[in-house]
Nanobody, 114 residues
Framework: QVQLVESGGGLVQAGGSLRLSCAASGNTVTINAMGWYRRAPGKQRELVASLTNGGSTAYADSVKGRFTISRDNAKNTVDLQMNSLKPEDTAVYYC????????WGQGTQVTVSS
């Protein structure tokens, strides 16, 4: 099994930056890809960014050019650098790992004030 723990959420003004980090533990050799999702109030959970073991990335159109996903395989962490934050980025952000199964972190709140 894989366990995920997120950190780095918080409150920031519009235009500011935050960096989210997700630490994976357990049977991490089974992970094929990791990513970040978010759920805004009243909306469904959506993909923000993903990164495969092969280095392929995918981003939601709404965050392209502002967010960057990166992974440190030695530390088993995946980070999400979020720049030029907007109020519409306010959501609970969840780390995700896909391998033998799908694992979710507990979520971290990001609030962007206008």
């Amino acid at each position: 099994q894989v366990q995920l723990v997120e950190s780095g959420g918080g409150l920031v003004q519009a235009g500011g930056s935050l960096r989210l980090s997700c630490a994976a533990s357990g049977n991490t050799v089974t992970i094929n890809a990791m990513g970040w999702y978010r759920r805004a109030p009243g909306k469904q959970r959506e993909l923000v960014a993903s990164l495969t073991n092969g280095g392929s990335t995918a981003y939601a159109d709404s965050v392209k050019g502002r967010f960057t996903i990166s992974r440190d395989n030695a530390k088993n962490t995946v980070d999400l650098q979020m720049n030029s934050l907007k109020p519409e980025d306010t959501a609970v952000y969840y780390c995700n790992a896909v391998g033998w199964g799908v694992t979710w972190g507990q979520g971290t709140q990001v609030t962007v004030s206008s």
